[in-house]
Structure formats: C-alpha cells, structure tokens
C-alpha cells in the first residue's frame, strides 16, 4: 500500500488557479494509477481526473475538462492537479486516491475501484 499526503489547496477568487500535489510514500509508486476527486458539503465524493501509471494517459470529469491538468512524477513519487479558471462550484475537499493497476489499464473514474485514499486538501473559491 502507499499512504498519501495532498496539499496545495486555498482560498482563490473565482477565475484564479491552485496546483494541488498529492506525495506518496511506499513501494511501487509507479505501479499505481492515481485520481483525484472532490467532494462538497452534503454531496457524494465525485471524480475529478487520473493518470494511468505510466502517465501516458489521463482522463478527466466533464466538469473540469479543458479548466484541469493532471499529471504524474513517478521520480518524485507525486502527482498534481494544475486548476485553472476556478469556478466556485469547484469548491470541496480533494482527495488523492491510488490504486494498483496492470501495466495494460485504462483510465479508471470509478470511486471504489481505488483504495488507498489521502486525507483531502480543502480548495474554496469565492465568488
């Protein structure tokens, strides 16, 4: 298993960017798919985007796609979500979440499929 730390979230004023990293710690970091999800105040955890283990794919929730990047270091055992023109329905808490995955994979949205989960990092944006 690999344990993860996010941190890069904010108070941004709508239309602003954050980069949200999340670190991971453990063996085979680069066996890992990862993704990120939100999750708002009395809402269900929703996904946002992930990358393949390799980075050589990435996919990402119609909310968000063309506004975020994902992206991988597998040297540095860390992933980011680059968010640009923030809007305040992105507000929530974000998660990074991995999961052990074959080589072959595709990019995966579903929630329960990953687990082993960060502790969130809260992004606000203000209107």
């Known amino acids: 298993q690999v344990q993860l730390v996010e941190s890069g979230g904010g108070l941004v004023q709508a239309g602003g960017s954050l980069r949200l990293s999340c670190a991971a710690s453990g063996p085979g970091f680069s066996t890992y798919d990862m993704g990120w999800f939100r999750q708002a105040s009395g809402t269900e955890r929703e996904f946002v985007a992930a990358?393949?283990?390799?980075?050589?794919?990435?996919c990402y929730s119609d909310s968000v796609k063309g506004r975020f990047t994902m992206s991988r270091d597998n040297a540095k055992n860390t992933v980011y979500l680059e968010m640009n023109s923030l809007e305040t329905e992105d507000t929530g808490l974000y998660y990074c979440?991995?999961?052990?995955?074959?080589?072959?994979?595709?990019?995966?949205?579903?929630?329960?499929?990953?687990?082993?989960w960060g502790h969130g990092t809260q992004v606000a944006v203000s209107s």
């Open positions: 990358v393949t283990r390799s980075g050589g794919r990435t």
């Open positions: 979440a991995a999961r052990r995955a074959p080589a072959w994979d595709t990019c995966r949205r579903e929630r329960l499929i990953y687990d082993n």
